[in-house]
T-cell receptor
């Protein structure tokens, strides 16, 4: 069964600090992996999309990595800001006919305190 | 402005009273989908549509119906809502892999 596991479940850090969120998946065959940011009560917004051949992709202070061999991804947030407080969701899609059959992680709830 | 619009945003209803949550996108996307989000369970896919007149079940389709008669609209129908369908619902559209989500519809079934 396709699964996406995220860790930690929740995380509290101080403003200005860095943090790394983890995503492990068992989706096969693999097409791409996406990280989304979801503010409380709002719809998720895409941060990065990574395909099999990509190892690293950055979007401002957000850097995602992908190791397709170990089926692991991480999202690194640099110099955190209060506005980074949100849930971060890892989403994996399979290739071929199941390209749009997405598997969602349960998310990591990040709280950035002043 | 490119967007996915859901209505209603908030709804309280009673068991068995049919309701429809509308979803419309203005980006000419072929792919649209519906999700529900519950505490501790994350986002779960209800139904998705690859194009007009093409729909398929997601992970939790029971108790829901959808239709895709035109590209921009993808309504979610609850024929006989039950309390276990109380949830936060999101519609999304996509082309090229990135999902664009609506702002969500919070549904309470009493």
């Amino acid at each position: 069964k396709n699964q996406v596991e995220q860790s930690p479940q929740s995380l509290i850090i101080l403003e200005g600090k860095n943090c790394t969120l983890q995503c492990n998946y068992t989706v096969s065959p693999f097409s791409n992996l996406r990280w989304y940011k979801q503010d409380t009560g709002r719809g998720p917004v895409s941060l990065t999309i990574m395909t099999f051949s990509e190892n690293t992709k950055s979007n401002g202070r957000y850097t995602a990595t992908l190791d397709a061999d170990t089926k692991q991804s991480s999202l690194h947030i640099t110099a955190s800001q209060l506005s980074d407080s949100a849930s971060y969701i890892c989403v994996v899609s399979g290739s071929g006919g199941s390209n749009y059959k997405l598997t969602f992680g349960k998310g990591t709830l990040l709280t950035v305190n002043p | 402005e490119a967007q996915v619009t859901q209505n209603p945003r908030y709804l309280i209803t009673v068991t068995g009273k049919k309701l429809t949550v509308t979803c419309s996108q203005n980006m000419n996307h072929e792919y649209m989908s519906w999700y529900r989000q519950d505490p501790g369970l994350g986002l779960r896919q209800i139904y998705y549509s690859m194009n007009v007149e093409v729909t398929d079940k997601g992970d939790v389709p029971e108790g829901y119906k959808v239709s895709r008669k035109e590209k921009r609209n993808f309504p979610l129908i609850l024929e006989s809502p039950s309390p276990n369908q109380t949830s936060l619902y999101f519609c999304a559209s996509s082309r090229g892999g990135e999902l664009f989500f609506g702002e969500g519809s919070r549904l309470t079934v009493l």
